[in-house]
């Protein structure tokens, strides 16, 4: 389910993207947020995306707009290690979260901030709630 242009543009403002950041994004559909977050200026937006047409897609929308610092794979992110990233996008659904945020516990370094729409991340408190949006740090 794509996130609207306003919905984008708290996350990136909650996730108070610098030029060091290394950005993911799970589940990351079309790509807009792994776009926005490069144009924003991240070290390095990555988004793990299952389908296979979304990822082409955001593919040649990055290509396109020439950001080098923007990438998409296709694949799962449960198979991947979220240890290089520092800021972590998420638009999970409830049977997952509780999951995802073992995940995160196991896996993210203190100091990792996690912007997730909608969907709380079982046993964690936001720092910050705005329009939906749930903004933790990994302490």
């Known amino acids: 389910m794509p996130?609207?242009?306003?919905l984008v543009q708290i996350m990136l403002d909650l996730a108070h993207i610098q030029a060091a950041d290394r950005v993911v994004d799970l589940g990351s559909g079309d790509g807009r947020l792994v776009i926005a977050?490069?144009?924003?200026?991240?070290?390095e937006?990555?988004?793990?995306e299952i389908d296979v047409w979304n990822?082409?897609?955001?593919?040649?929308?990055?290509?396109?707009?020439?950001l080098r610092n923007a990438q998409f794979v296709h694949a799962s992110f449960w198979k991947i290690s979220l240890s290089e990233f520092n800021v972590v996008f998420v638009y999970g659904l409830p049977p997952y979260m509780a999951r995802l945020a073992e995940k995160c516990r196991?896996?993210?370094?203190?100091?990792t901030r996690i912007v997730s729409l909608l969907y709380?991340?079982?046993?964690?408190?936001?720092?910050?709630?705005?329009?939906?949006?749930?903004?933790?740090?990994v302490r």
């Open 3 to 6: 996130t609207n242009a306003a």
């Open 37 to 43: 977050a490069a144009r924003k200026g991240a070290q």
């Open 45 to 48: 937006a990555v988004g793990y």
């Open 55 to 66: 990822v082409w897609k955001a593919r040649r929308w990055a290509r396109h707009l020439g």
């Open 106 to 111: 196991a896996e993210l370094a203190p100091g």
């Open 120 to 137: 709380d991340l079982p046993g964690w408190e936001p720092t910050v709630v705005q329009e939906g949006i749930r903004l933790y740090t």
